[in-house]
C-alpha cells in the first residue's frame, strides 16, 4: 500500500478529530437527547465552561479513557510487532495498565467490560478467552468498548481497511466479543479508508462489507442509512432510539445504540466535521465515546483543512486544545504529551507497515513544529502575547514566557473521575536544547514545597543554537519546559538529551509533587511515614515507577530496608510492570537479575529483614551489571530492553528507602 504525501498530516488530523470531540461530549455523557436538547440545545461547540454542566475544574483538556485505551493499547504495535496477536495486545495491557489507576474505567468484574477482561488476564485467562461471550456473557461482551479504542491501530493501515479491521479485531478480542467485534472493524475500516476514499457513502459500504452481512450491525447500517436519506438527523435519532435504543440493549454503555449514533453522524455530515459533531454530541448516550469515533474518522476524511473550516466563523476546534493530551499508565515519562507527538510515533508506525521510510527517528527533536499548526502544548503563562505555528516554527508574539508541560501541571494535578499518574520527561542533568530566532533564554518550571511551579532560566540568554543543562532542583520535579523570549522570536524546535544525573528523595521543602512523580503501581505509597518511599505490596509484584522511556545508559542505585517482604529490588530500562531489569532479593537466600518475568541469572545471597542494603544496575549498551553492597554480582548481555526509567520494587510486602541516585554512564570502561 502506497504511502501518500500527506499521510502523516493526515494522522495528526485524526489524533485531533479524536481529542478534540472526546473533549467536546465529556461534560454531558450520559445525558439522553431529551436532556441535551432541553438544557444546551445542538452542540456546535465546547461547552466545559459551563458551571451548570462542566465536570469538575471545568478543565476541557482532561484525562479519558477513551483518549488513553486508543492512543496506549497500539503500543503493541512498538512491542510485539505490526501484526500483534490478540494475546500481544493483551500483554501490552498488563505492561502498561497501572491496576485501579489508569487507562480502563475501573467498574468492576462484571460490570466493566475492560476492568472484567483485565481480571480475567491478571488470573492468567489470555485472550481472547478474556473477553469471550462464553465466559463473561452476551452482555458484558457488546458494550461499546471494542469500538473506542481501535483508530490508533487503523492509523497505521491507511488505505487499507482489510488490514485495519483485521487488527482492531484482534485488539477487540482482549476484552468484547459478538457484535462489538463487527463494530470495531467498521469503525477501523472507516478510518483506514478516510485517508484515500473521498465519498462518505462509498466509504460506508466498504467498512460494512468486511462484516457479516446479517449481523446486527449491518443491519444497523442499513436501517440508518435509509433512514437518513431525508436528511433530517432527528428524525432518524428518534428511529434509532425506538428500535435499537438503551431500552432493548442492556448493560450501561451497549455497543448497538451508540454504534448507531456514529453512523447517523457520518451519514448525515458526509464527513463534514463541525455537522457531524452537532448530530453525534447533540443525540446523546456515550457521547465522549461516539464523539471521538466520528472525530477520528472526519479528520482523516477531510484532514486538517476540515477541522479548521469553522474558524472564519469562530469555531475554533484545535485553539483551546493546543494538541494536549494524557496517558496515564506505568510508563510514566509519556503520561503528558500531545497531538503532534502523538500523530508522528503512529505515522512512522504505518510507514513501517507499508515499507516506507520513517519520516522521524531517535534524532528528531521532541517538539519540532513540522505539522501544520502543530504548538505541542506551548502556550506563554506570562506576557499578554500570541503564540502560534508559524509554518514550521512556533512563532511567538512578543516578550514572554513560553512552555510546554512535560509532568503533571497545576491545572490537572486534581483531575476528575480518571486519576493523572505520570513521571516528568526532563531531569536535571539532562541538556536542553533548541533553536531560536530572536534573543531568548531557557527555561524550566519546577514545583516547590507549596505545589506550585517556580521558573529557572539558563544565565546565559542568546540567539541561534541554544543548549543548557538542567541544574540541581532539591529534588523537585520538572514540570515545564520553554523559553523567555525579551520580544518577538521564531523556536524552531526544542529537544533534550543526555541522562539525568539527580538524587531523588524527600526534597528539603516538603511538598507533595515530588511523590507525585512517581508512578504508584504498588498497594500502598503514604505520604505520613519517616522514609520517602515506604511501599506496601499485598500480593504479587508492585513497583514504584519515575523516568522516561528515553534513558539508555545510566547506573542507578538505592538503599532498600525490606521489613517483611517476599522479595525487594531495583529496576532499571523499565517500560512498563512486564517490560524491564531488576535486581531482586528474594526468598531470603538469593540474588537474582531478572528481564521482565524471566530469570537471566542467580546466586546465593543471605539477607535479613530490617537491614539495608544497597542495591545498584548499571546499563550500557547490552550490557547489564548489578551490584549488591558494593559488590559485583550480574554481568550480562542483554538487547531486549536499550532504554527506560527507573523503579523500586516490592513482592508481598513492605519495603523503605531513602534515596535513588541516577548517574550517566560516562566512562570508556563501562561502555565496553
Known amino acids: 500500500m502506497p504511502i501518500t504525501d500527506d499521510y502523516t498530516e493526515r494522522v495528526y488530523a485524526g489524533v485531533l478529530g479524536k481529542i478534540i470531540a472526546v473533549y467536546l461530549g465529556r461534560p454531558f455523557e450520559g445525558w439522553t437527547h431529551q436532556r441535551i436538547a432541553a438544557e444546551l440545545g445542538d452542540i456546535t461547540y465546547y461547552v466545559n465552561d459551563r458551571r451548570d454542566v462542566a465536570l469538575k475544574n471545568h478543565l476541557l483538556v482532561v484525562t479519558d479513557d477513551d483518549i488513553s485505551g486508543t492512543f496506549v493499547f497500539p503500543r503493541a504495535l512498538r512491542d510485539a510487532g505490526l ?9 501490552a495491557w498488563l505492561d502498561y495498565i497501572v491496576e485501579d489507576t489508569s487507562v480502563l474505567w475501573w467498574g468492576g468484574l462484571g460490570n466493566s467490560t475492560e476492568h472484567t477482561a483485565y481480571l480475567r488476564m491478571k488470573a492468567g485467562i489470555l485472550p481472547p478467552d478474556s473477553g469471550s461471550i462464553a465466559l463473561n456473557g452476551t452482555v458484558v461482551a457488546e458494550q ?38 463487527h463494530a470495531a472493524r467498521v469503525v477501523a ?12 457513502d462509498a466509504l460506508l459500504d466498504t467498512a460494512v462489507g468486511l462484516i457479516p452481512p446479517d449481523s446486527l450491525i449491518a443491519r444497523i447500517h442499513a436501517d440508518v442509512r435509509s433512514w437518513a436519506a431525508d436528511g433530517d438527523w432527528k428524525a432518524t435519532r428518534a428511529r434509532i432510539d425506538e428500535r435499537y435504543g438503551y431500552h432493548r440493549y442492556g448493560g450501561n454503555c451497549h455497543v448497538v445504540p451508540n454504534h448507531a449514533i456514529v453512523i447517523a453522524a457520518l451519514a448525515h455530515s458526509g464527513g463534514e466535521f463541525n455537522r457531524a459533531m452537532t448530530v453525534v454530541n447533540t443525540s446523546g448516550w456515550d457521547t465522549d465515546s461516539n464523539a471521538g469515533n466520528v472525530g477520528a474518522i472526519c479528520g ?9 473550516a469553522g474558524r472564519d466563523t469562530g469555531t475554533d476546534w484545535r485553539g483551546p486544545v493546543a494538541d494536549r493530551m494524557y ?32 519520516a522521524t527517528g531517535e534524532a528528531a527533536p521532541r517538539f519540532g513544529f513540522t505539522l501544520p499548526g502543530s504548538v505541542h502544548g506551548f502556550a506563554a503563562v506570562d506576557g499578554a502575547t500570541d503564540v502560534a505555528n508559524g509554518g514550521g516554527h512556533l512563532a511567538i508574539g512578543g516578550a514572554a514566557t513560553v ?22 520527561a526532563l531531569y536535571p542533568g539532562q541538556t536542553v536544547r533548541a533553536r531560536v530566532d530572536g534573543t531568548a533564554r531557557l527555561v524550566v518550571q519546577a514545583y516547590t514545597g507549596d505545589d506550585e511551579p517556580r521558573t529557572v532560566e539558563c544565565p546565559v540568554a542568546g540567539t541561534g543554537e541554544l543548549a543548557w543543562t538542567v541544574p540541581d532542583l532539591g529534588g523537585q520535579p520538572v514540570v515545564a519546559v520553554g523559553v ?29 509533587m515530588w511523590r507525585r512523580a512517581w508512578v504508584p503501581a504498588v498497594h500502598r505509597f503514604d505520604e505520613r511515614w519517616p522514609e520517602p518511599f515506604r511501599i506496601v505490596q499485598n500480593h504479587g509484584t508492585g513497583m514504584l515507577i519515575t523516568g522516561a522511556r528515553e534513558w539508555h545508559d545510566y547506573t542507578v542505585t538505592a538503599d532498600v530496608t525490606p521489613h517483611v517482604a517476599a522479595g525487594v529490588g531495583l529496576a532499571a530500562r523499565v517500560q512498563g510492570l512486564h517490560r524491564h531489569y531488576a535486581l531482586e532479593l528474594t526468598g ?28 545498584g544496575i548499571t546499563c550500557s549498551g547490552d550490557r547489564i551489571r548489578a551490584a549488591v553492597d558494593g559488590t559485583d554480582l550480574f554481568d550480562v548481555r542483554d538487547s531486549t530492553f536499550g532504554c527506560g526509567g527507573v523503579a523500586l520494587r516490592v513482592t508481598e510486602g513492605r519495603t523503605a528507602t531513602q534515596r535513588v541516585r541516577i548517574t550517566p554512564v560516562s566512562s570508556s570502561e563501562e561502555r565496553q
Open 83 to 91: 501484526d500483534p496477536t490478540s494475546r500481544e495486545v493483551g500483554a
Open 144 to 181: 461499546v468498548g471494542a469500538q473506542i479504542f481501535v483508530e490508533g491501530f487503523a492509523l497505521t493501515c491507511p488505505g487499507d481497511p482489510a488490514a485495519a479491521a483485521d487488527l482492531a479485531e484482534r485488539a477487540a478480542r482482549v476484552s468484547h466479543d459478538g457484535e462489538s467485534i
Open 189 to 200: 475500516a472507516l478510518v483506514a479508508g478516510a485517508f484515500t476514499e473521498d465519498k462518505m
Open 300 to 308: 482523516v476524511f477531510g484532514g486538517l483543512a476540515g477541522l479548521d
Open 327 to 358: 496517558l496515564p499508565t506505568a510508563d510514566g515519562g509519556a503520561c503528558v504529551t500531545d497531538a503532534a507527538r502523538e500523530a508522528l510515533a503512529l505515522a512512522d508506525l504505518g510507514r513501517r507497515r507499508y515499507g516506507a521510510e520513517p
Open 403 to 424: 512552555v510546554t508541560p512535560v509532568f503533571i501541571p497545576p491545572e490537572a494535578r486534581d483531575m476528575p473521575i480518571y486519576g493523572l499518574v505520570g513521571s516528568p
Open 484 to 512: 523567555r523570549t525579551d520580544g518577538p522570536a521564531a523556536l524552531h524546535y526544542l529537544t533534550w538529551d543526555g541522562e539525568p544525573d539527580v538524587t531523588l528523595t524527600r526534597p528539603a521543602d516538603g511538598g507533595t
Open 588 to 615: 531470603r537466600d538469593t540474588a537474582r537479575l531478572l528481564r521482565g518475568d524471566t530469570v537471566l541469572a542467580e546466586c546465593p545471597y543471605p539477607w535479613t529483614f530490617g537491614t539495608t542494603y544497597r542495591l
